[in-house]
């Protein structure tokens, strides 16, 4: 419409342009088929679907380009130019509006693979879990095959899964896919099958169009450290080495200083009001700081607006006693009597959080990172918890985007875990992006 809507002498005809445009949109469908856009195990969860409609269509526009040249053919540029953004935006929001609908249907137990787990006891009971806590995945347990005599045994915490048979031969693993109607096996550690059988199984799976999953036993790995490299016919997985060192660190310190700086400048009205609003509201400075520990175990001093009464922390021992919960970490107070009435609306929506933003400044915190902690938190560190300490404590973390207050001391360190673990700047700013979401809709606050 925009470049074919007149036939002047100084204008493409309209046909060159309709036809261009039924080329394009075929080339374009075929080209996302080819890089399996569409594959299952990749629609409905994780950010793979949109990495590959992404490349897919720069990979088309090239391949446009380079032809253009080599044909010495004109291809209308301003057209090109239009297609190219309007049609990636419409194609990953039209993705998004289906991801949405199938994350629904998963939701729900429905649009999943049913997927028979097969190993030794205890692995089969960890992947189970490890399926049911990310639904949205597509993966639905529903039968476990033991590779060693259950005897009469059930899954300790997934009883209610049907445990089928037990055996390493293909004849035994058939059976228990019928009897639960899996159209997917996943192969978890500890399953002692011989090589030759899981190949064995393999072709037969394949003439049922079943899937076959192997699940080592790797944990809180993400993707990019993970390569396969096929060797004598044999699949060795490399996982790499976290590293947040040199250039890493100087990307992540520098997208820090750029973006807090300037978040101080644009929210500056913001944080003008809210001091504001503290002052005039209840008696106390306006300004709350507390000894956090930092990156290596030091400490520094963390800034919010303070959303509480005065002198509150000389109540938190008895308001945690009187609750039963001085010995527990994260040290939180039910319904806290201290919270004042500007104090509930700053935490709902962690604007009491924004001073830290000249922490991640001054460099005492980034802007993702682990949950800053208290020392007496730390204090009850094992060895693998200090490893939250390699890197600076953020303003935002994966801790703040599943669940904020809402989760418990183990799920909020080994979140702290996985991010140390796995770094990169795309999964900070995924998380920056989320965490607007979160703090709009006031989940999990305190």
């Known amino acids: 419409m925009r470049f074919g809507l007149t036939n002047d002498a100084n204008t493409e ?14 080339a374009w469908w075929l080209m996302l088929g080819a890089w399996e856009t569409r594959s299952a195990t990749v629609l409905g969860s994780g950010a793979e679907e949109y990495k590959r409609v ?49 994350r629904s249907e998963r939701s ?10 097969i190993g030794g006891m205890w692995a089969v009971d960890h992947l189970v879990s490890a399926l049911r806590k990310a639904p949205l995945a597509g993966y639905r347990p529903v039968g476990a095959h033991f590779t ?5 045994l059930t899954l300790t915490r997934n009883s209610d899964v049907v445990v089928t048979d037990s055996g390493t031969t293909t004849e035994s693993i058939l059976q228990s896919i019928d009897a639960v109607g899996a159209d997917s ?20 799976l394949a003439a049922r169009d079943i899937r076959l999953i192997l699940a080592p036993a790797l944990t809180d790995i993400a993707g990019p450290r993970i390569h396969t490299q096929p ?20 990307l992540k310190r520098v997208f820090d200083i750029v973006g807090s700086a300037s978040l101080i400048v644009l929210l500056s009205p913001v944080l003008l009001v809210i001091a504001v609003l503290v002052k005039v509201t209840s008696t106390g400075s306006i300004f709350y700081s507390q000894e956090r520990i930092g990156v290596g175990g030091a400490t520094f001093k963390m800034l919010k607006f303070r959303s509480m009464i005065a002198n509150a922390d000389a109540q938190l021992n008895a308001l945690l006693a009187e609750q039963g919960r001085e010995a527990q970490p994260l040290f939180k107070v039910e319904d806290d009597p201290r919270i004042t009435k500007v104090g509930k609306f700053l935490r709902k929506y962690s604007l009491d959080e924004l001073p830290q933003l000249f922490n991640v400044l001054l460099g005492s915190m980034s802007m993702v990172g682990p949950r800053p902690q208290r020392a007496s938190e730390v204090a009850l560190y094992d060895d693998a918890a200090h490893r939250r300490l390699y890197v600076s404590p953020g303003m935002s973390g994966l801790w703040q985007v599943s669940g904020r207050s809402n989760l418990s001391w183990e799920e909020s360190i080994q979140l702290d875990l996985y991010y140390v673990e796995n770094w990169s700047l795309t999964q900070d700013l995924l998380i920056l992006f989320k965490t607007f979401r979160a703090v709009v809709a006031g989940d999990g606050a305190v």
């Open 54 to 102: 992404f490349t897919a269509s720069l990979w088309l526009f090239g391949l446009i380009a380079i032809l253009s040249y080599a044909f010495r053919y004109d291809t209308p540029r301003g057209y090109v130019g239009l297609a190219l953004p309007a049609g990636l935006i419409g194609l990953l929001i039209a993705r998004w509006m289906v991801r949405q609908i199938l």
């Open 185 to 204: 096996v996943a192969i978890s550690a500890g399953s002692n099958l011989h090589p030759h059988t899981l190949r064995q199984l393999g072709w037969e």
């Open 108 to 117: 729900h137990g429905r649009s999943s693979s049913r997927v028979l787990v």
């Open 13 to 26: 005809p309209i046909s060159t342009y309709a036809a261009f445009t039924v080329l394009l949109a075929g």
């Open 148 to 152: 060693n005599n259950s005897n009469g």
């Open 231 to 250: 060797v004598a016919g044999l699949p060795l997985v490399h996982v790499s080495t976290p590293k947040l060192t040199g250039v890493s660190r100087l």
